[in-house]
């Protein structure tokens, strides 16, 4: 059962801006965070973590490469996460994950991820 559903990934020049999407289904709607990582290319199993939202308070995390560009937000009453990220580098190329779990920057917090959206930026 598939309960993160990711979207909006593609292909930007560099400065240009994307929003991604997550949809929540399921056990996704237990915890209090939702988190997005990504995982450049050649990285293997590592995920970086990106950006974090408590789901009650809209408390915000981002780690610092991406501070000032992207921006988190959440949706409750349609179970929606959002990513919006803006002036896009080519180092920001990598698959992103959304995620379900408890706050924290850990990949251990997070219990449902989804499949992943690719974004691809060129220089």
């Known amino acids: 059962q598939v309960e993160l559903v990711e979207s909006g990934g593609g292909l930007v020049q560099a400065g240009g801006s994307l929003r991604l999407s997550c949809a929540a289904s399921?056990?996704?709607?237990?915890?209090?965070?939702m988190a997005w990582f990504r995982q450049a290319p050649g990285a293997g199993k590592d995920y970086n973590f990106t950006?974090?939202?408590?789901?009650?308070?809209?408390?915000?995390y981002y780690t610092l490469g991406v501070r000032g560009r992207f921006t988190i937000s959440r949706d409750n009453a349609n179970n929606m996460v959002y990513l919006q990220m803006n002036n896009l580098k080519p180092e920001d190329t990598a698959v992103y994950y959304c995620?379900?779990?408890?706050?924290?920057?850990?990949?251990?917090?997070?219990?449902?991820w989804g499949q992943g959206t690719q974004v691809t930026v060129s220089s």
């Open positions: 995620a379900a779990g408890t706050w924290g920057t850990a990949r251990s917090n997070f219990h449902s």
């Open positions: 950006a974090l939202i408590n789901k009650r308070t809209s408390d915000t």
């Open positions: 399921g056990r996704a709607l237990s915890g209090d965070a």
